[in-house]
């Protein structure tokens, strides 16, 4: 196989200003890409290639990036990297905006577009490993095309979407296997990398929602190690690259052992311990 290389590629990353985004961006550089479009609310440090100032909670915003895109004389999207993602410090219908109904809007509309052999690798989350539980909700909720009606949705589910940020996972988790098949009709692949806590500005923000003693749990139970924004990058670029040529409508868990260590019943969560 000829060596790993991007050059050639235009590849469009949302969520680049920092962590995880920002460290993808960077090994992606080291393997020659040279044409890497950022779309967030903020202007990545890094130099790129061309910068869209996108809200991806918002749908005019996220249609106008596509516009952009898409216009006519620029090259097809080769890559989409779905990163972006806030915690539940924000509301949950904010929430559950930006990190599933955003996600899935840019995606279903570029997915057309896109450079046939392509792919697109969403970044969810081990906390959306419980989306077995929900799965009838989830599959309701996905199937809805229109944003305002998600909107609706979202509102009219409180229980299920509790502060949305597990929930929203468990979505990402679930349309990355729903649209690994139509993404076929394209010539294209979609798969997911589902992280443990990452050393990112955005892990504070987990401590608050979810307790310190969670998330030091959660980086015991898997490598002993909190993992880097770059460990994360890899498996992303992985999944993106043509070495992943025949993986399809797989959430690839990037979380150190810990999904394995909890279902084979080797750890506990701290909650359930308490219960005994
Ligand atoms: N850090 C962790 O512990 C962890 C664990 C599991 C999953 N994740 C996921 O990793 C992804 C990247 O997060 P990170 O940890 O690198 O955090 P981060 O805050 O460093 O990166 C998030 C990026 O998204 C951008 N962003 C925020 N709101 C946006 C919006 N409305 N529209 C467009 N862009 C927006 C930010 O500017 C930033 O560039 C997220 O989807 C997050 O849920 C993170």
Known sequence: MQQLNFAGKRIVITGAYSGIGASLLELLRGFGADDIVVLDIKEPEADVEGFIETDMGNP?????????????????????????????????????????????????????SMQPGGAIVNTASVAGNGWPEHVNEINQFLEIDSWDEGVSWIADHTDVVADGYFFSKECVQVYT???????????????????????????????ETMTDQI?????????????????????????????????NGVNLLVDGGYTAALQTGQFTPPGAVDVE
């Open 60 to 112: 005019l915003s996220i249609d106008n990036a596509i516009a952009e895109l898409t216009a006519e004389g620029n090259p097809k999207v080769s890559l989409l990297f779905n990163n972006a993602g806030v915690a539940a410090t924000l509301p949950a219908d904010t929430v559950m905006r930006i990190n599933i109904l955003g996600l899935k809007r840019l995606t279903q509309r570029l997915m057309p």
């Open 215 to 247: 998330i030091d749990w959660a980086i015991e139970t898997g490598a002993g190690r909190v993992a880097t924004a770059e460990d994360q990058a890899r498996a992303l670029l992985s999944l993106g690259s043509e070495l992943s040529v025949y993986i």
């Open 177 to 207: 296997m729903r649209a690994a098949k139509a993404a076929t009709g394209f010539g294209l692949r979609m798969n997911s990398v589902c992280p443990s806590p990452v050393e990112t500005p955005l892990l504070p923000a987990f401590r």
